[in-house]
């Protein structure tokens, strides 16, 4: 069974499919486009990074990291955590709100970098900063389910390929504010 909505108040009538389930929703409660949705991102912390084992030449007043995130691949809007000292691992706990325009269709993946700051000795940084992990995370596809976990870094290497170099977690949810 299809339900319209009445159009009352100037809302758009919106279809709905019917079931028992949701026939008492939709009796009680109205659907509006009056809302906004955002994503709520918080970066945790990053482990097995760049090993004194493996990089005993980074200093450990050279260990500062943090955390570029952006939800375009090209270049856009980007979000940077505080930087943290690092041995062993760097933890951040800082949390993004993030407005979307339209989250399930034009953002499929959040982009996630772990920089260090401050490298001395690397060759070709002129800057000074070092990409030691990029991840590329599928976002939530539902409103209000949080996703987290700890997800695998992928670190570029002299030879132009890529390893997997220690994980980063976090945890993101798909919010929705009414206005």
């Known amino acids: 069974m299809v339900m319209i909505e009445k159009n009352t108040n100037g809302k758009v009538p919106r279809r709905y499919n019917v079931n028992s389930y949701n026939l008492r929703a ?7 486009n009056n809302y906004n949705l955002t994503l709520s991102f918080t970066v945790h912390y990053a482990d097995d990074i760049e090993s004194p084992k493996i990089y005993p030449s980074i200093s450990v007043d050279n260990r500062v990291y943090y955390v570029a995130c952006s939800i375009a691949a090209e270049a856009g809007m ?35 970098e772990v920089i260090r700051l401050y490298s001395t000795s690397d060759p070709g940084t002129s800057n000074g900063k070092v990409v030691v992990g990029r991840a590329k995370i599928p ?8 996703k987290e976990g700890r997800f695998g870094l992928m670190r570029s290497d002299e030879k132009g390929g890529c390893r997997p170099e220690g994980h980063i977690a976090v945890s993101m949810e798909i919010v929705r504010i009414d206005n």
């Open 26 to 32: 939709i009796r009680t409660k109205t659907i509006d």
């Open 78 to 112: 980007q979000f940077n955590t505080n930087p943290v000292i690092g041995l062993p691992d760097p933890t951040w706990k800082q949390n993004f709100r993030i407005w979307l325009d339209d989250p399930l269709h034009n953002y499929p993946f959040i982009y996630v």
């Open 139 to 146: 976002m939530p596809t539902k409103v209000s389910r949080k």
